[in-house]
């Protein structure tokens, strides 16, 4: 399984961003997705997560009602829309996956097993 992450780039604080995440290889089965964030000289942070239906989103308390994740599973691609961006959420973003059920350590890094390469945020004050 292949993750690419897109749609990053430079965006004032208050604008808004769509980062994408495809999904291709081995696609079959239930894959639970999740998006994550890590600026320099910190760890990875969990942002959002959805199950493979899209049924149920989980949000870090730093983004909720400002961001909105979302899938396409005909499409296999998951999206992230992120509005009233703040300078503080410049970080690279990494779309993640795990297949099979959804885990409950949902916002842990170590709780997926497939990444991508990560899409460059910038957000300037």
């Known amino acids: 399984v292949q993750l690419q992450a897109s749609g990053g780039g430079l965006v004032q604080a208050g604008g808004s961003l769509r980062l994408s995440c495809s999904v291709s290889?081995?696609?079959?089965?239930?894959?639970?997705m999740a998006w994550f964030r890590q600026a320099p000289g910190k760890e990875r942070e969990f942002v959002a997560a959805?199950?493979?239906?899209?049924?149920?989103?989980y949000y870090s308390d730093s983004v909720k009602g400002r961001f909105t994740i979302s899938r396409d599973t005909a499409k296999n691609t998951v999206n992230l829309q992120m509005n009233s961006l703040k300078p503080e959420y410049t970080a690279v973003y990494y779309c993640?996956?795990?297949?099979?059920?959804?885990?409950?350590?949902?916002?842990?890094?170590?709780?997926?097993?497939?990444w991508g390469q990560g899409t460059l945020v910038t957000v300037s004050s």
């Open positions: 959805i199950t493979w239906n899209g049924g149920n989103t």
């Open positions: 993640a996956a795990k297949r099979g059920y959804f885990p409950s350590a949902y916002s842990t890094p170590g709780a997926y097993t497939f």
């Open positions: 290889g081995r696609t079959a089965g239930n894959y639970a």
